[in-house]
């Protein structure tokens, strides 16, 4: 599973950053995303092997 950061440019242009491997390969499926209104966060959630919930943080403030 791979996730890019996107945000709105000029011109009203929606650019997205270079994409980051948040899962390896597998039986993945069932991807969720929530971001944190007050700032920059993320958590991305998913099933993975067997059923299992798996998750990826990205902080605040990270590189984009």
Do not use: H, T
Request: charged fraction near 15%.
């Amino acid at each position: 599973m791979w996730a890019a950061r996107g945000f709105l440019a000029s011109g009203r242009r929606l650019v997205f950053g270079a994409p980051e491997a948040v899962a390896g390969p597998g039986q993945n499926s069932e991807g969720n995303l929530a971001v944190d209104p007050s700032g920059d966060g993320a958590v991305a959630v998913w099933r993975g092997a067997g059923g299992a919930v798996e998750y990826s943080i990205r902080a605040p403030g990270a590189a984009r």
